[in-house]
């Protein structure tokens, strides 16, 4: 939408329209999120370098484990960010940037929950290998887990997993229905 065509929206149509400004503070906000996990990051990073050679290897495990997770978080912030200021707020003009993510290319509210829904299932994936490794000494005093919280942490796993096949399927019902709708509109061609 250009200014002139802006300008020329009425009153409560450019209020509604302009409201979508009321994002930035949030992706602001999740930027301000994101130097935190870089923190968390690096105190991990040096918490295993300083331990290396006295951490047994099933504590170094669970050590790069959680670097992981806070990459994978990362990285769905940085979706979150990007994506949803995209479709939400305003374009951010990178066409022909070199440093452009190719799934920007064709982002919109659908790709980005199917995206986002994959990659909490890769957190949750973590999470649960994590807690595997540590049941090992399930049953012992000083142990954080009990039989119920491991299968609850897998019952929910199993729901993320169910959820994004529920939202991939919706979205090919909806491709599927879109396609149709083109073809039959389309008029018939000569052969």
């Not at 090992?136 to 993320?160: C, K, R």
């Amino acid at each position: 939408m250009t200014d002139n065509e802006h300008r020329n929206l009425k009153p409560l149509a450019a209020l509604i329209f302009s409201s979508r400004w009321l994002q930035l503070p949030l992706y602001l906000g999740l930027i301000a999120a994101q130097v935190v996990y870089v923190v968390l990051f690096v105190r991990e990073l040096i918490h295993l370098i300083g331990g290396a050679t006295v951490l047994n290897e099933q504590l170094i495990m669970l050590a790069v484990l959680g670097l992981i997770d806070v990459v994978m978080i990362s990285n769905l912030l940085m979706m979150v960010i990007v994506g949803g200021y995209e479709t939400f707020v305003s374009r951010l003009r990178l066409q022909n940037h070199p440093d452009q993510p190719e799934w920007l290319n064709h982002v919109n509210a659908t790709v980005l929950k199917v995206k986002l829904a994959m990659a909490i299932i890769g957190i949750s994936s973590i999470h649960l290998l994590k807690t595997f490794i540590a049941i090992g000494t399930l049953g012992a005093d000083d142990v954080n887990y009990t039989e119920a919280g491991v299968m609850w942490q897998t019952i929910i796993h199993i729901v993320f997993i169910l959820s994004a096949v529920g939202i991939a399927y919706t979205e090919y019902l909806l491709n599927l229905a879109t396609r149709h709708s083109q073809e039959s509109t389309e008029p018939d061609r000569p052969h």
